[in-house]
């Protein structure tokens, strides 16, 4: 894998990646990909979000709640089958190439922006 093309300081201002916790998760079988359904609280300035993502292999939809992560809270909204999606959740392939969750090691205030 390459690295991407290069870009500026004021390209990475432009997305706004904050941590939220997620309150709900259910499944989701109408995805193409096995996925689940989340909704993630961002805090009162941007409040709850929906996402879709495919994390079905390492995590399970009991143990999801309550645990923070890092989105993409500015992308406009795309649709996935039935689902409205209205952030990106950020994660990275592990070894099998199964998505792994970006979450801070400690405890944040849910809309806490990236920097």
């Known amino acids: 894998m390459s690295i991407s093309e290069r870009v500026t300081f004021d390209d990475f201002l432009k997305l706004d990646i904050r941590v939220g916790t997620i309150v709900e998760a259910l499944p989701f079988p109408e995805a193409r990909k096995p996925a689940y359904r989340l909704k993630i609280d961002f805090g ?3 409040g709850i979000k929906r996402s879709s993502a495919q994390i079905t292999k390492r995590y399970t939809l009991e143990e999801l709640p309550g645990q923070q992560v890092a989105a993409v809270v500015n992308f ?8 409205l999606s209205e952030v990106l959740t950020l ?15 400690l405890p944040v205030p849910n809309g806490g922006r990236l920097y």
């Open 44 to 46: 009162p300035e941007i």
């Open 76 to 83: 406009p909204p795309r649709q996935i089958g039935p689902v």
């Open 91 to 105: 994660g990275f392939p592990d070894a099998e190439g199964e998505v792994v969750l970006v979450q801070p090691t």
